[in-house]
T-cell receptor
Framework: EAGVAQSPRYKIIEKRQSVAFWCNPI?????LYWYQQILGQGPKLLIQ????????DSQLPKDRFSAERLKGVDSTLKIQPAKLEDSAVYLC?????????????????FGPGTRLLVL | QQQVKQSPQSLIVQKGGISIINCAYE??????FPWYQQFPGKGPALLIA?????SEKKEGRFTISFNKSAKRFSLHIMDSQPGDSATYFC??????????FGTGTSLTVIP
């Protein structure tokens, strides 16, 4: 089974420039997440999609960040304009609800992330 | 507000020893508590998870202990190996809603 794919793996830009990240989730996974992981911290949710609809974008800085998941498969995350504090790893994850003996379980599968450096 | 608090920030253990990482939460609606392992340059990977209706879950050398009344859960790595050196994150969620992650514990296992 192919994992979550992300590109690019690394990106260096200057502040006030724009940047876009791409994510291809695992086939059949309806839920897709974008996380921001600052060095030394845990992932912080930016946006959650269910198919092509937004479930939760309460922590997305909407003045500069935007995300879309057209057709409910691939997703792009854009930052425009970038700030120095946006330097982080941007992780994409997809998930599947599974029924087990312990009940319903949602397992998230993460991509390798895109490391962004804003100078 | 940090929904899930994790400690310690870093941990050094001798090979063969026991590594223990602790997490605490406040939201009693959380019903799923996974632990993730992350190697440098990689995304987090699910290691083991537990639901609050059981007090312990064991998979190989990895055990989660869960104390519902204290709202605490911990990861125990038995017979720690150098290959276990990674960053570990606890998380919590109310199934179908967002996952909240701890701040991570950097584990180093010394040969």
């Amino acid at each position: 089974e192919a994992g979550v794919a992300q590109s690019p793996r690394y990106k260096i830009i200057e502040k006030r420039q724009s940047v876009a990240f791409w994510c291809n989730p695992i086939s059949g996974h309806a839920t897709l997440y974008w996380y921001q992981q600052i060095l030394g911290q845990g992932p912080k949710l930016l946006i959650q999609f269910q198919n092509n609809g937004v479930v939760d974008d309460s922590q997305l800085p909407k003045d500069r960040f935007s995300a879309e998941r057209l057709k409910g498969v691939d997703s792009t995350l854009k930052i425009q304009p970038a700030k120095l504090e946006d330097s982080a790893v941007y992780l994409c994850a997809s998930s599947l609800l599974e029924v087990s003996s312990g009940g319903i379980q949602e397992t998230q599968y993460f991509g390798p992330g895109t490391r962004l450096l804003v100078l | 507000q940090q929904q899930v608090k994790q400690s310690p920030q870093s941990l050094i253990v001798q090979k063969g020893g026991i590594s223990i990482i602790n997490c605490a939460y406040e939201n009693t609606a959380f019903d799923y508590f996974p632990w993730y392992q992350q190697f440098p340059g990689k995304g987090p990977a699910l290691l083991i998870a537990i639901r609050p209706d059981v007090s312990e879950k064991k998979e190989g050398r990895f055990t989660i202990s869960f104390n519902k009344s204290a709202k605490r859960f911990s990861l125990h790595i038995m017979d720690s190996q150098p290959g276990d050196s990674a960053t570990y994150f606890c998380a919590a969620t109310n199934t179908g809603n967002q996952f909240y992650f701890g701040t991570g514990t950097s584990l180093t296992v010394i040969p």
